[in-house]
């Protein structure tokens, strides 16, 4: 029976510390956002917790506290008072506001509210809208429309012309041309070869034919190039920005500064609260014994929570020292002064699992002189030895490409082949296809379509 006792003992200990392990694991593989997130989380349903926000906290943090801590005393039987926590003053209270961030939808039936005082009108103004695809053009023909509204085609045809002069400039067309032509008119450039590539030359301009549209139009190339430029400002998708999901911001897990020729590391720990265990939570002795196991539970949930987040800093320190240790080029050179790095090199010379490093670059930056790099950025998962063009080099060759074709003559852009060539010549061989399908990844067309004339 003692044995039984002893084992059941034993395995409940494990699981426990295998859960506090699978805690420790997902902290540390959390960006800086998820993170604050977690913390948040917890220190609302952990009362051991006490957060401070620093020189960045809110009134309505304080106020988040505050009613925390008076649960807390009030559940400790101390009447609800806090006073021994804060001071006579209090902060005011504020609500923060929520970002607006409309639908096109949303964003243009407001505008429909203005525009159309007649309610049959409105109504025909509110089914266009409706019809609306996420881009902002209208795919539903003007018939089909009338006779859902019981309505006249010239009716619809009067109010879409009115919808049109809606923001966002070109929306509601029923095609490319029509919506570049709603936007030209708007600017007061549609006129010349402005209107001419508009009407006639758009599936040309995208085959970067401008000899073709120039002898076409009995012009310069030099004049359809800069026709094309204007055009190409105009917004194609104008109700591609609207209704999608907010944006996100990389928030640099660690800053690497050069000062005096060394450069330092240091995390960033600004967006970050800090965590600490609360002084209600630290002397138990005088309470009965069922509410002293609830405060233990409480008090080793919240020091391995703290504890998890110190180990999460240092992990993610030791893996950036020795990035840089073994790759000095980069801080001079950029990517393409990177060199094969797996991340079991790393985790040999620091002592831990490969894994541990895998969790430690997982959603992490670095923000270094040259910008922000994900860390994931300086591992290659299998570094070939058969000179693969798969390999790691890919990133130096990317880069060098970049740098070549940034670097090219506009009126003579450089070939795939040249580039191959030129690449080449500083000891990254690969072949002409590969290079195409480095140059598309990086989103620069061919050099027929990148020519200046």
Not at 117 to 127: D, G, K, L, M, T
Request: proline share 4%; net charge negative; with cysteine.
């Amino acid at each position: 029976m003692q044995a039984e006792q002893s084992l059941n003992l034993n395995l409940s200990q494990h699981l426990a510390m295998t859960v506090k392990l699978q805690q420790a694991i997902r902290i540390l593989q959390l960006s800086a956002q998820d993170l604050r997130s977690e913390i948040e989380k917890e220190y609302l349903e952990n009362p051991a917790l006490e957060i401070d926000y620093g020189d960045a906290v809110s009134a309505e943090g304080n106020l988040l506290q505050a009613e925390n801590m008076s649960r807390l005393t009030d559940y400790l039987g101390e009447g609800g008072s806090s006073s021994g926590y804060y001071g006579e003053d209090a902060d005011p209270a504020f609500e923060a506001a929520e970002s607006v961030s409309l639908t096109l939808e949303e964003e243009l039936l407001d505008q429909v509210k203005f525009a159309f005082p007649h309610s049959q009108e409105r109504a025909i103004a509110v089914f266009i809208v409706g019809s609306l695809d996420n881009n902002g053009y209208l795919t539903l023909p003007l018939a089909e429309i009338a006779r859902a509204m019981a309505a006249e085609t010239t009716a619809v045809e009067t109010v879409l012309r009115q919808v049109q002069e809606f923001e966002p400039a070109g929306v509601a067309a029923r095609d490319l041309p029509e919506c570049l032509r709603i936007q030209a008119k708007r600017q007061g450039i549609y006129q010349g070869l402005v209107a001419a590539i508009i009407d006639r030359y758009l599936d040309e301009v995208a085959e970067s034919q401008i000899k073709k549209i120039a002898a076409a139009e009995q012009c310069r190339p030099q004049d359809v190039q800069a026709a094309v430029d204007i055009v190409r400002q105009l917004d194609p998708k104008p109700g591609a920005a609207y209704g999608g999901e907010k944006a996100s911001f990389i928030t640099p897990d660690v800053l690497v500064q050069e000062v005096d020729g060394v450069y330092r590391i240091t995390l960033n720990d600004n967006y970050i609260p800090q965590l600490r265990i609360s002084a209600a939570y630290q002397h138990a002795e005088s309470f009965d014994a069922e509410t002293r196991k609830y405060i233990t539970q409480r008090l080793n949930a919240a020091a391995w929570l703290i504890n998890s987040i110190e180990q999460r800093r240092t992990t993610i320190r030791q893996v950036v020292e020795e990035i840089l240790n073994r790759q000095p080029d980069f801080l001079t050179q950029g990517m393409k002064g990177l060199h094969p790095m797996t991340m079991k090199d790393v985790a040999d010379a620091i002592g831990v699992h490969e894994s541990t490093v895998s969790r430690a670059v997982a959603n992490k930056y670095a923000q270094f002189p040259q910008g922000i790099v994900a860390l994931r950025k300086f591992f290659t998962a299998n570094l070939a030895k058969n000179g693969s063009e798969e390999d790691f080099a890919a990133v130096q060759a990317k880069e060098a490409i970049t740098e070549l074709i940034k670097g090219e003559d506009p009126h003579k852009p450089l070939s795939d082949q040249k580039l191959c060539e030129l690449l080449k010549e500083r000891k990254m061989d690969i072949s002409r296809r590969t290079v195409m399908k480095y140059r598309e990844q990086l989103g620069y067309p061919s050099s027929v379509k990148r020519k200046r004339y």
